[in-house]
């Protein structure tokens, strides 16, 4: 089982009863209380009812028993709460422990100017150069600065397959506790330690650093209000009481405030927050705040590379299209001869096609292998006898052909324009002064992203993919993707721009970057996605990083934004409508009896006014942990346009959560009646 196999096969949710009671109990301190007003109130309505129950004891009171009643349940609800958040953290910190194992005991080979000194990884600091050979685990986060090499990663993303990290490239970060297979690395240290991007993320999932994000923050001051509206009323029932005769008690009046404030979102709203960050980190994406996840479910516009994302990212030949008069075997076995040395994927493709197709390709022993030149766009054969063959970009291929006073032939620009057309990178194919034809290379679309993209598009989120290819390829490869819109020929400053336009209209832009040039674009997004085995600029411009460098990802880190923000939307819908319920189900039980006029809207037919209060102070302690599954999981995600998701939010959250305390306080009452 590799190390992501078994962080998703552990639930999380294993933390000892007795551990899960502590933390909770530990979480009743005041400072702990003061971050969530709802469970605030309620604890100290629990302190309240404490010290009745205590007075009602020495004064020898028969309410003291019920009052004691009342006291503890009001206390597990706070405890149910905190436990709720305890266990949220409970599963970050099982995900992130797993990572952070891998550091262990670190030593790093440092280098300074008198030669190498052997440290503890700790010690590192930014700045500092390691020298990595193979076979050693790399010390810190960091940059190759010199060499390259194969490392296995899959200490951090699960994955057992090797992957090529070297200087000077996009590819050329590395994370602590990775292991260098082949060669030797020179690696630049990139923070400091407790920095890392790890460390930040175990920082939030484990609750220290969290700060609320400014959804929670809004709804957390909705929530505060509810709260204090819901105590004026309460209180004002003290003298509307009086006035018409009825005795209340401190005791009932707290508990009916208890139930009527929102203690159900309340209490699970931390969770919420804390469990979106651990799904995230579960995918190996790592946010640098709760902020850069709740963004991904607020997404209007995803900037999207062709290359990695939408595409497979290696072009494979597809075709040899010759020209007229050339024949199809000498142009494959042109093409075929010049690319058996060719490393690239597309030279290897090249050959796999031409074998396919019957060709028997043997290295020629007396030719002189041309690599390819970013100069020239070229590359090919040149042979002891004077014969030159050639493979390259159609233009460059086309003027070296006419240079050595041979013919374009009439019907080239059609092959290479109908190879275009149909989303093919065209490669021509020259034997000296005679061009033979075309190679198609083709990118190859991913399985099932136009399906996704259609998902995207139900949703209200714009897809917009980004290329350096010519608008005629462009054009094809986005019909056949299904994304809404296209730039061909892209650059850094056009991505920049494009972004500043896309947020100058009020929309919120995603998009995701692994190189130095990407860095001005991934901060200027309100999501920028970089990937873990890009450049340092890259990684400290995101607010996300991706472990496992699959550019596919954007994708996931929007539906577990969209997943954290539909769950706690649900939530909060289900809790209010509750509230609802509780104030029709026990306020007229309450005052039946003093006010034989209510007693036609007692329509559960409440054994008592205390049995009713009972009822419901239970009902509303048990549904915080009913619900807590819910809460870490998430909400079931489902690709709909707003408006559809806010019909279904409301016909199952809001009319179940409106019916649901009706038969449950019933059923609850039937029990407590025997007592009470």
């Given at each position: 089982?590799?190390?992501?196999?078994?962080?998703?096969?552990?639930?999380?949710?294993?933390?000892?009863?007795?551990?899960?009671?502590?933390?909770s109990?530990?979480?009743?301190?005041?400072?702990?209380?003061a971050?969530?007003?709802?469970?605030?109130?309620?604890?100290?309505?629990?302190?309240?009812?404490?010290?009745y129950t205590?007075?009602?004891?020495?004064?020898?009171?028969?309410?003291?028993?019920?009052?004691?009643?009342?006291?503890?349940?009001?206390?597990?609800?706070?405890?149910?709460?905190?436990?709720?958040?305890?266990?949220?953290?409970?599963?970050?910190?099982?995900?992130?422990?797993?990572?952070?194992?891998?550091?262990?005991?670190?030593?790093?080979?440092?280098?300074?100017?008198?030669?190498?000194?052997?440290?503890?990884?700790?010690?590192?600091?930014?700045?500092?150069?390691v020298?990595?050979?193979?076979?050693?685990?790399?010390?810190?986060?960091?940059?190759?600065?010199?060499?390259?090499?194969?490392?296995?990663?899959?200490?951090?993303?699960?994955?057992?397959?090797?992957?090529?990290?070297?200087?000077?490239?996009?590819?050329?970060?590395?994370?602590?506790?990775?292991?260098?297979?082949?060669d030797?690395?020179?690696?630049?240290?990139?923070?400091d330690?407790?920095?890392?991007?790890?460390?930040?993320?175990?920082?939030?999932?484990?609750?220290?650093?969290?700060?609320?994000?400014?959804?929670?923050l809004?709804?957390?001051?909705?929530?505060?209000?509810?709260?204090?509206?819901?105590?004026?009323?309460?209180?004002?029932?003290?003298?509307?009481?009086?006035?018409?005769?009825?005795?209340t008690?401190?005791?009932?009046?707290v508990?009916?405030?208890?139930?009527?404030?929102?203690?159900?979102?309340?209490?699970?709203?931390?969770a919420?927050?804390?469990?979106?960050?651990?799904?995230?980190?579960?995918?190996?994406?790592?946010?640098?705040?709760?902020?850069?996840?709740?963004?991904?479910?607020?997404?209007?516009?995803?900037?999207?590379d062709?290359?990695?994302?939408?595409?497979?990212?290696?072009?494979?030949?597809?075709?040899?299209?010759?020209?007229?008069?050339?024949?199809?075997?000498?142009?494959?076995?042109v093409?075929?001869?010049?690319?058996?040395?060719?490393?690239?994927p597309?030279?290897?493709s090249?050959?796999?096609?031409?074998?396919?197709?019957?060709a028997?390709l043997?290295?020629?022993?007396?030719?002189?292998v041309v690599?390819?030149?970013?100069?020239?766009?070229?590359?090919?054969?040149?042979?002891?006898?004077?014969?030159r063959?050639?493979?390259?970009?159609p233009?460059a291929?086309a003027?070296?052909?006419?240079?050595?006073?041979?013919?374009?032939?009439?019907?080239?620009?059609?092959?290479v324009?109908?190879?275009?057309?149909?989303?093919?990178?065209?490669?021509?194919?020259?034997?000296?002064?005679v061009?033979?034809?075309?190679?198609a290379?083709?990118?190859?679309?991913?399985?099932?992203?136009?399906?996704?993209?259609?998902?995207?598009?139900?949703?209200?989120?714009?897809?917009v993919?980004?290329?350096?290819?010519?608008?005629?390829?462009?054009a094809?490869?986005?019909?056949?993707?299904?994304?809404?819109?296209?730039?061909?020929?892209?650059?850094?400053?056009?991505?920049?721009?494009?972004?500043?336009?896309e947020?100058?209209?009020?929309?919120?832009?995603?998009?995701?970057?692994?190189?130095?040039?990407?860095?001005?674009?991934?901060?200027?997004?309100?999501?920028?996605?970089?990937?873990n085995?890009?450049?340092q600029?890259?990684?400290?411009?995101?607010?996300?990083v991706?472990?496992?460098?699959?550019?596919?990802?954007?994708?996931?880190?929007?539906?577990?934004?969209?997943?954290?923000?539909?769950?706690?939307?649900?939530?909060?819908?289900?809790?209010?409508?509750?509230?609802?319920?509780?104030?029709?189900a026990?306020?007229?039980?309450?005052f039946?009896?003093?006010?034989?006029?209510?007693?036609?809207?007692?329509?559960?037919d409440?054994?008592?006014?205390e049995?009713a209060?009972l009822?419901?102070?239970?009902?509303?302690?048990?549904?915080?942990?009913?619900?807590?599954?819910f809460?870490?999981?998430?909400?079931?995600?489902?690709?709909?346009?707003?408006?559809?998701?806010?019909?279904?939010?409301?016909?199952?959250?809001?009319?179940?959560?409106?019916l649901?305390?009706?038969?449950?306080?019933?059923?609850?009452?039937?029990?407590?009646?025997?007592?009470?």
């Open positions: 089982m590799t190390t992501r196999q078994s962080r998703e096969a552990s639930p999380g949710l294993r933390i000892q009863p007795l551990m899960l009671l502590g933390e109990l530990r979480r009743l301190n005041p400072r702990s209380l971050r969530n007003p709802v469970m605030a109130v309620v604890a100290i309505g629990t302190l309240v009812c404490a010290l205590g007075m009602a004891i020495d004064a020898g009171r028969a309410q003291a028993v019920f009052a004691s009643i009342v006291t503890l349940i009001l206390l597990a609800t706070v405890l149910f709460a905190n436990a709720a958040e305890a266990m949220a953290e409970a599963r970050g910190k099982a995900h992130a422990g797993s990572l952070r194992a891998t550091r262990g005991e670190l030593t790093a080979r440092r280098v300074t100017q008198s030669g190498e000194e052997t440290v503890a990884a700790d010690r590192l600091r930014r700045g500092d150069r020298r990595v050979v193979a076979g050693e685990l790399i010390p810190a986060d960091g940059e190759i600065v010199q060499g390259a090499g194969s490392i296995n990663e899959s200490a951090m993303t699960g994955e057992s397959a090797p992957v090529l990290r070297e200087a000077g490239t996009d590819n050329s970060g590395v994370s602590a506790g990775t292991k260098l297979l082949s030797e690395l020179i690696v630049e240290v990139s923070v330690p407790g920095e890392s991007l790890l460390d930040r993320m175990i920082a939030l999932v484990e609750g220290a650093s969290r700060q609320k994000t400014p959804s929670e809004a709804l957390s001051v909705l929530l505060s209000t509810l709260t204090l509206v819901f105590l004026i009323v309460v209180v004002t029932l003290v003298p509307m009481a009086l006035f018409v005769g009825i005795e008690s401190t005791v009932m009046l508990a009916l405030l208890v139930c009527l404030i929102p203690t159900t979102i309340g209490g699970l709203l931390p919420i927050g804390i469990a979106g960050m651990e799904r995230a980190m579960r995918a190996n994406l790592i946010a640098k705040s709760g902020k850069a996840v709740e963004i991904a479910g607020s997404i209007d516009t995803l900037l999207l062709k290359t990695g994302t939408i595409t497979l990212g290696d072009r494979r030949a597809t075709e040899f299209a010759p020209c007229h008069g050339i024949d199809l075997v000498r142009l494959r076995e093409a075929g001869l010049c690319s058996l040395q060719d490393p690239t597309e030279g290897r090249i050959v796999v096609l031409a074998n396919e197709q019957g028997t043997a290295a020629p022993q007396d030719a002189e690599p390819f030149s970013a100069m020239s766009r070229v590359s090919g054969l040149d042979f002891a006898d004077g014969r063959w050639r493979k390259g970009a233009n291929i003027r070296q052909v006419e240079e050595a006073g041979g013919r374009v032939p009439a019907d080239f620009e059609t092959l324009e109908r190879i275009s057309r149909h989303g093919a990178t065209p490669l021509a194919v020259a034997e000296g002064n061009l033979l034809g075309v190679i290379l083709s990118d190859v679309i991913k399985s099932g992203i136009a399906e996704r993209f259609q998902q995207l598009r139900e949703m209200g989120v714009k897809t993919m980004i290329t350096g290819d010519n608008p005629i390829t462009a094809a490869i986005a019909a056949e993707a299904g994304v809404d819109d296209y730039i061909a020929e892209a650059t850094p400053e056009r991505k920049l721009e494009l972004i500043r336009e947020q100058a209209a009020g929309r919120l832009v995603a998009m995701m970057g692994d190189g130095t040039n990407d860095a001005p674009a991934l901060a200027q997004a309100d999501l920028g996605l970089a990937m085995s890009g450049t600029a890259a990684r400290e411009a995101a607010n996300m991706d472990l496992d460098s699959d550019p596919g990802k954007l994708l996931e880190a929007v539906e577990i934004g969209k997943q954290l923000l539909i769950t706690r939307g649900a939530l909060t819908t289900f809790s209010l409508a509750n509230d609802v319920a509780k104030y029709f026990i306020l007229p039980a309450i039946a009896a003093s006010v034989p006029a209510l007693g036609a809207l007692d329509v559960l409440l054994h008592s006014p049995s209060v009822s419901a102070v239970i009902f509303n302690a048990l549904v915080i942990p009913a619900l807590i599954p809460a870490l999981r998430g909400v079931r995600f489902r690709a709909a346009a707003a408006s559809a998701m806010l019909r279904r939010n409301l016909l199952i959250y809001g009319l179940g959560g409106l649901l305390p009706f038969p449950a306080i019933k059923l609850i009452d039937l029990f407590v009646g025997l007592f009470f």
